[in-house]
């Protein structure tokens, strides 16, 4: 997927006008792009419209208009557009229990592993990589961006809507598996290519 650069940023002043489309379009988006693994786990699996969304929002809410600042807002996102083969998603950890938040995390160390969160593909398995710098040994984020990246033969497969696939988590604190359906698939088969 190609990445954003500066001219694909609207102006504040062009980007207010069509704003509330182009937010109730991405909701929609998201909505097909979301997979809830559990309860407590969600992955919303992103592209570059909903990438290019969130800068947008960013520079709206934070009154970005200086083009370095803007760069830099491309370069943090940017890295969240999958490459090549690769889906990318934001994992949000959900906890509505406020007073458990610290205990729940803790619990969940290691999530990131590497070999916890997973998509199986018929006997395949394919890893999610996790980008570094959202934990630490004592303390862990609550958000987590997560890439899997898919052999050719793997893409294939996961568009041939036989073979089977399900999003896993396989924490010694936390296990849940959601098969992914035909839609799903559909809406990021596009991202791998």
Known sequence: ?????????????????IRKELRERIIALKKRRRVSVGDRMTLVFENRDTILFQIQEMMRVEHIYDPEKIQDELDTYNPLIGGPGELSATLFIEITESERIKEILDGLQGIDDGRSVFIELGPDRIDGQFEAG??????????????????????????????????VVDHPKYRARTILDKAVRQELSSDLG
């Open 1 to 17: 997927m190609d990445t954003l650069q500066l001219k694909d940023i609207k102006p504040l002043s062009e980007y207010e006008p």
């Open 134 to 167: 959202h934990s630490k040994e004592d303390k862990l984020s609550a958000v987590h961006y997560v890439r899997f990246q898919f052999s050719p033969e793997q893409q294939t497969e996961f568009r041939n809507d036989k073979t089977p696939a399900a999003l």
